[in-house]
């Protein structure tokens, strides 16, 4: 079983490497992916941010349809969208690329995840998000 927690931050990390290199669709699955595990960890705060960054880069995204990522996953219509989303990429996937990257895929401290979410999704790729 995975720890959307980890989860959450190995996605956010991919994220903001999408974003700097302007990959803005790719930035945008998984800022998706984050937001998503942020929704099973049930940081609210943290999916709210995944869901504003998402608006930023692509305003008529189908998430942007609704009041936030819990209520967009519960939507049917959402579910086709959801099973690509999850080909896209893997957690053992988003692993796999930032250990090629030679990036840390656990937290500094390992124990909050949360709060090196939060500084990833604040950081400099985000600037003026």
């Known amino acids: 079983m995975q720890n959307h927690n980890r989860a959450m931050y190995l996605f956010a990390q991919l994220a903001a490497i999408s974003q700097e290199k302007q ?3 790719q930035a945008t699955e998984f800022l998706l992916l984050a937001g998503l595990e942020a929704v099973q960890a049930d940081l609210p705060d943290l999916s709210a941010r ?3 960054l998402i ?3 692509h305003p008529r995204h189908l ?3 609704h ?3 819990k209520t967009a996953s519960e939507d049917p219509d959402f579910e086709n969208f959801m099973k690509r989303l999850n080909k896209f990429c893997t957690f053992e996937k ?3 690329l930032l250990q090629e990257l030679e990036l ?3 937290c500094p401290d390992d124990a ?6 939060f500084a990833i999704l604040s950081g400099p790729s985000w600037e003026g998000a």
Do not use: F, M, W
């Not at 909050?112 to 979410?117: F, I, N, S, V």
């Open 94 to 96: 988003a692993e796999h």
């Open 23 to 25: 990959q803005l669709n």
């Open 112 to 117: 909050d995840y949360a709060l090196g979410t």
């Open 67 to 69: 009041d936030d990522l």
């Open 55 to 57: 608006s930023i880069n």
């Open 63 to 65: 998430v942007c349809k």
């Open 50 to 52: 995944c869901r504003q």
């Open 104 to 106: 840390p895929t656990h």
